[in-house]
């Protein structure tokens, strides 16, 4: 399998546009050691030429343009990403559906929450059902990842959504307080795999539990939630009064805690806020996170499995 780091930041990506933080200028500087990052997400593929998405960022059209892989490459229109799969229904995780809206086939796969998301607001009209297959995707079951829109395509790739804690989008939030954090269909992990080797993406996870540790346990690459760098990151900094926990995300501490002694051969961060200190490598905490083993994922960071 290929995988492509198509992007690796959190909602509003790094540096984000309105922030004057110490990151976030080094960045837009051009320091080498604190690389701007695109949000999150992940393109898949078993022979290098049909590609499939996991999760459309707000930069999709940025990250296609980036990427010669997923550019066209024959005819007058054409396009070698067969499908979209969604790991919830986060504006960070559908926004980029709309830049994929010129009636080219490809299928979009999702639990029926996620796509019932889409199915209420008429904006993802755009995607033509007529060329966009919906594909609605049960949790807890491996199935074959088809794409190339109706009708559907082989792609020699499986793929299971399993349930993690997380919880609703924040847009969806009511009024009534904070929303509990509960294992369903809102927020899921992506297994893929071909038969041989299998990696798990899972961009949003509020708690390890003992099922997810022993799901993971023994993995050979995992791509995990690496928002917050402590709990308490957003109050500390002054940039907002929510909790790490409350914004539906394990901090980085406390992950590598969770993943001490599950034997993943190959851990990566992903889905990191502009206020994290790992997205500077001359950070202490960044040294922590290296001297632990763990990667930093980076746009245009690959991987062969």
């Known amino acids: 399998m290929h995988i492509l780091v198509l992007g690796a930041a959190a909602?509003?990506?790094?540096?984000?546009?309105?922030?004057?933080?110490?990151a976030c200028r080094r960045a837009r500087a051009g320091d080498p050691a604190v690389r701007p990052r695109t949000q999150a997400s992940l393109a898949v593929s078993r022979d290098g030429r049909d590609w499939f998405?996991?999760?459309?960022?707000?930069?999709?059209r940025q990250q296609i343009a980036a990427n010669p892989a997923l550019h066209p490459n024959h005819g007058l229109r054409s396009s070698p990403i067969a499908g979209v799969v969604l790991s919830g229904g986060d504006v960070d995780v559908i926004a980029g559906l709309l830049n994929l809206r010129e009636r080219q086939p490809f299928t979009l796969h999702g639990t029926a929450?996620?796509?019932g998301?889409?199915?209420a607001n008429p904006i993802f009209e755009v995607l033509a059902r007529d060329v966009v297959a919906r594909s609605a995707l049960p949790l807890n079951e491996r199935v074959p990842l088809t794409g190339c829109g109706i009708g559907?395509?082989?792609?020699?790739?499986?793929?299971?959504?399993?349930?993690?804690p997380g919880k609703v989008p924040l847009y969806l939030e009511g009024h009534d307080g904070p929303p509990p954090i509960v294992e369903g269909e809102d927020t899921v992990g992506v297994a893929v795999d071909d038969g041989e080797r299998r990696?798990?993406?899972i961009p949003g996870c509020a708690a390890m539990t003992t099922a997810l540790a022993d799901r993971l346990r023994g993995a050979e690459l995992v791509f995990f939630d690496g928002t917050l760098y402590t709990d308490t990151e957003m109050i500390d900094a002054g940039l907002g009064n929510k909790t790490g926990l409350r914004m539906g995300h394990m901090?980085?501490?406390?992950?590598?805690?969770?993943?001490?002694?599950?034997?993943?051969?190959?851990?990566?961060?992903?889905?990191?806020?502009?206020?994290?200190p790992i997205l500077m490598d001359?950070?202490?905490?960044?040294?922590?996170?290296?001297?632990?083993?763990?990667?930093?994922?980076?746009?245009?960071?690959?991987?062969?499995?």
């Open 282 to 305: 001359d950070s202490p905490q960044r040294r922590v996170v290296d001297q632990a083993g763990w990667e930093v994922a980076f746009d245009g960071m690959e991987i062969a499995l």
């Open 11 to 22: 909602g509003g990506g790094f540096p984000q546009w309105n922030s004057h933080a110490e």
């Open 53 to 60: 998405l996991l999760n459309a960022s707000p930069d999709l």
């Open 152 to 164: 559907g395509a082989e792609s020699g790739l499986w793929i299971e959504l399993f349930p993690v």
């Open 251 to 276: 901090s980085v501490d406390a992950t590598l805690a969770a993943f001490a002694g599950l034997d993943v051969r190959r851990r990566v961060f992903i889905h990191i806020n502009n206020s994290n």
């Open 199 to 201: 990696f798990f993406f």
């Open 113 to 115: 929450r996620t796509l």
């Open 117 to 119: 998301i889409l199915d």
